[in-house]
């Protein structure tokens, strides 16, 4: 059973990069990047001891928590702002969605071809954990390039920062070093949720 835990990991980190990404709600942006903290918890385990990967889960966890406070404080109009409507009534495959899911298709292309490279740079790496690192990391360039709103893009530094942590934890299992990354995830959320109100802040004043 513990074998598996690392498929289990990278399934839930594929099924939740593609929701994030072609998803249009916030609620259930949040949601994802929860699944995807879950997945990440799994596949530090193969490198870590179980304390230092559950602090990844958790900072990843209060990360959503923020942002999802931060997003559900907007009224409407606001919300409309930043991209999104209360009732979000899309067409399961429009154009946006499909363009975004043709990017992501290239970026699993480019990942089948460049995995062996990582599987070499990085000795001692699984090969769930170096797809995981690639896909985290190449998807997360595409939700950053294609949607420019502040949510989406701390959604997609934290998308990024989990593919480096995957990495970085085959080859240093400080705990100052994880905690420190940890406490980067918080920041990250913390200046998210500001930018997010902070248009809401200047015109209450």
Not at 161 to 182: D, H, K, N, P, Q
Request: contains cysteine; hydrophobic residues 55%; neutral net charge.
């Amino acid at each position: 059973m513990l074998e598996l835990l690392p498929v289990i990991g990278l399934a839930f980190i594929v099924f939740s990069l593609i929701a994030v990404l072609t998803s249009d709600n916030w609620r259930w942006k949040v949601l994802f990047l929860s699944f995807q903290y879950f997945g990440c918890f799994l596949l530090l385990l193969k490198s870590l001891p179980m304390v230092l990967a559950a602090s990844k889960l958790i900072a990843g966890l209060i990360a959503g928590v923020l942002l999802g406070m931060a997003m559900a404080g907007l009224s409407p109009e606001e919300s409309r702002a930043q991209g999104y409507t209360q009732n979000n009534k899309r067409r399961i495959f429009d154009s946006r969605r499909l363009f975004r899911l043709f990017m992501a298709g290239i970026v699993v292309l480019v990942v089948l071809s460049i995995i062996s490279a990582i599987n070499n740079f990085v000795p001692g790496i699984s090969q769930e954990q170096s797809y995981a690192t690639v896909l985290l990391i190449g998807l997360s360039l595409v939700q950053m390039s294609l949607i420019s709103h502040p949510f989406d893009t701390v959604v997609g530094l934290l998308l990024l920062l989990s593919g480096f942590e995957i990495l970085y934890s085959v080859v240093e299992t400080s705990a100052l070093v994880i905690g420190l990354l940890a406490v980067v995830d918080l920041g990250l959320a913390l200046a998210g949720a500001y930018l997010i109100v902070s248009p809401t802040l200047g015109r209450a004043e």
